[in-house]
């Protein structure tokens, strides 16, 4: 049987301070464990204090990730940036990808952290998995 998979791509302003390695750490793995458990793939990345991610899973585990997610205090105006319907998965493998966004040109920089659209950002971020990251998960 096959899974109705969706695609969701959000970014919000991140409430904790950059720097505080052990709280933003502490995300990623909670993220990777329920992700991990709901069979969700997919992309975080944290340019310019923004959280910047695309998840992919079956319509009712992103459903619940999203309840979760806005219900989160660490973080503030979210905005969903595309929500869709896919055949296939683009992070295939990955539970958490958490590329490091440093090495970005300034366009797609400025495309996932002020003005892409869910396909842009995806696309960056698919293209920032492809090099090195700080973390594979």
């Not at 205090?73 to 595309?82: I, S, T």
């Not at 040109?105 to 002020?114: G, P, Y």
């Amino acid at each position: 049987m096959r899974e109705n998979l969706k695609r969701l791509v959000c970014r919000s302003e991140s409430l904790i301070d950059h720097d505080d390695v052990v709280a933003l750490d502490a995300i990623f793995r909670t993220s990777l464990a329920h992700n991990k458990r709901d069979r969700i793939t997919g992309a975080l990345a944290l340019p310019d204090g923004k959280f910047v991610q695309v998840i992919e899973g079956s319509e009712a585990h992103l459903d619940a990730l999203m309840v979760r997610i806005r219900a989160d205090r660490r973080h503030e105006k979210l905005a969903v940036l595309g929500e869709w319907a896919v055949t296939a998965r683009l992070f295939e493998g990955w539970a958490m990808a958490r590329p490091d966004p440093t090495p970005l040109s300034q366009q797609a920089f400025n495309i996932v952290t002020e003005d892409g659209s869910g396909v842009q950002v995806t696309g960056v971020l698919l293209g920032m998995t492809a090099g090195p990251v700080e973390t594979w998960f």
